[in-house]
């Protein structure tokens, strides 16, 4: 009679696959295929990333320009706040004249008469002013609105700056120009100036001997532009 064997060997487990079992007990999932997506056209999304930048970069440049021109202006009114000669025409309403120190050669036609005591804002000095006090008849400092040399190369080096940042833009430079002429008669007087210099060198381009084969409508603007004759009237006028 044959006997039943109960031993086990491990040769007999090796051969069994273990992921037979996996499969078995755990249920497989089906496999999805990806969605196939469809972008847009490459030269489409191009040019439109191209004008989305100009476009960005375009108005950086403009809102740079405006900060800029807004500190020019300010420090323009900084300086006609701050210099007593930059400040509004005309004397005050009442000029009442003293003595103070710098009177002292008042007699003998030796003193120095105050170009600030005649201005609106007066002299804040009073009588230890250095310089006189007293009426010199018509004296031609009395009517005289220069500031210091400081003030005045400030000035024309914010007018320069200014005149930087409008340069594409002629009759957004007239109107800055117009609002700069109203706050003191200097920068009227010194605005009429490069007007008067834009005009000459306008002229002087306009009779430059003419290169052969050129006609007359082809020199176009060589004349002053009918926004800065404008300009011009606008600035006599205040």
């Known amino acids: 009679m044959l006997k039943r064997s109960n031993s086990w060997s491990a040769s007999s487990s090796s051969d069994v696959d273990p992921s037979s079992v996996d499969d078995f007990l755990v249920p497989q999932q089906p496999q999805l295929r990806p969605e196939h997506v469809v972008w847009h056209d490459s030269s489409e999304t191009t040019s439109e990333s191209a004008a989305s930048t100009a476009h960005g970069r375009v108005s950086m440049e403009e809102k740079i320009r405006m900060e800029k021109v807004a500190a020019v202006q300010a420090k323009i009114r900084e300086l006609t706040q701050s210099d007593p000669m930059l400040g509004e025409d005309g004397p005050p309403p009442e000029i009442v004249y003293g003595w103070s ?41 009395r009517g005289r609105h220069r500031p210091c040399k400081a003030t ?54 306009s009779t430059a001997p003419r290169p052969p084969g050129l006609q007359d409508e082809d020199r ?3 004349a002053p532009s009918q926004g800065r004759k404008n300009g011009r009237k606008n600035l006599i006028s205040l």
């Open 152 to 205: 005045r190369n400030q000035c024309k080096q914010l007018l320069a700056q200014m005149n930087d940042l409008y340069k594409d833009d002629p009759e957004q430079k007239q109107q800055a120009y117009l609002k700069l002429a109203q706050q003191s008669p200097y920068m009227k007087s010194l605005l009429k100036g490069v007007l008067d210099s834009e005009d000459t060198e306008a002229a002087a381009s």
């Open 101 to 141: 120190q710098g009177s002292a050669n008042h007699d003998n036609g030796k003193c120095t008469p105050c170009i600030h005591f005649t201005t609106r804002a007066g002299c804040k000095h009073a009588e230890a002013c250095r310089f006189c006090h007293l009426e010199h008849g018509e004296d031609a400092r």
């Open 220 to 222: 176009k603007g060589s």
